[in-house]
């Protein structure tokens, strides 16, 4: 079984500044990694995600992720935030073991742009 | 990316009808679909695994008699609330799975309001 960790239920950052958020998973197998952004009312986005490769992921507006097998870490960021990125952000995982597995969300993030 | 979409967006009812959710792949056929329920402030939380053909696989909790699914073509998916109560009032989601690529889509949801 796989377990998503999102340590921070609300990031307020200041418009213009640079923002992490973070996500630990834990597996027993190795992993598909995915952020997915949430407007209000609306449907989840997919932002970015890990398949293999480069352990730098790079996104949609802006955001970038990288994933750290040692430390089982999957950290959201952007290196300067805009007032439209407010929103909840949802870190996933799903097991890398043939077939297709369930996703496992975590609870979500809420970043708070502030003018 | 693939287009996924849910009819209605939202829909309010009285206490004790049934409520049906179409979600439809536009432009991929799904062999599997998930219907997922959020509620305030929460996470996605998996209900069920709608397959083309056969009968959905319903998590841990989720009653099967309550939450119908079929999944008879695809590119549809369908759930009904049967005799709805306030309590099923929530945000449901689903998503499809492209089998050309490891990632779900996802609709843009569904408000369900039981008065």
């Known amino acids: 079984a796989q377990s998503v960790t999102q340590l921070d239920s609300q990031v307020p950052v200041f418009e213009e500044a640079p923002v992490e958020l973070r996500c630990n998973y834990s597996?027993?197998?190795?992993?598909?990694l995915f952020w997915y952004v949430q407007y209000p009312n609306q449907g989840l986005q997919l932002l970015l995600k890990?398949?293999?490769?480069?352990?730098l992921v790079k996104g949609i507006n802006g955001f970038e992720a990288e994933f750290n097998k040692s430390q089982t870490s999957f950290h959201l960021r952007k290196p300067s935030v805009h007032i439209s990125d407010t929103a909840e952000y949802f870190c996933?995982?799903?097991?890398?073991?043939?077939?297709?597995?369930?996703?496992?969300f975590g609870i979500g993030t809420k970043l708070q742009v502030i003018p | 990316g693939a287009v996924v979409s849910q009819h209605p967006s939202w829909v309010i009812c009285k206490s004790g009808t049934s409520v049906k959710i179409e979600c439809r792949s536009l432009?991929?056929?799904?062999?599997?679909m998930f219907w997922y329920r959020q509620f305030p402030k929460q996470s996605l939380m998996l209900m069920a695994t709608?397959?083309?053909?056969?009968?959905?696989?319903?998590e841990q909790g989720v009653e099967k008699d309550k939450f119908l699914i079929n999944h008879a073509s695809l590119t549809l998916s369908t759930l009904t609330v049967t005799s709805a109560h306030p309590e099923d009032s929530s945000f449901y989601i689903c998503?499809?799975?492209?089998?050309?690529?490891?990632?779900?889509?996802f609709g843009p949801g569904t408000r369900l309001t039981v008065l």
């Open positions: 998503s499809a799975r492209d089998p050309g690529h490891n990632e779900q889509f």
């Open positions: 890990y398949l293999s490769g480069s352990t």
């Open positions: 597996s027993s197998v190795s992993v598909y």
């Open positions: 709608s397959n083309e053909g056969s009968k959905a696989t319903y």
């Open positions: 432009d991929f056929q799904a062999t599997t």
């Open positions: 996933a995982v799903t097991m890398n073991s043939g077939g297709y597995q369930k996703v496992t």
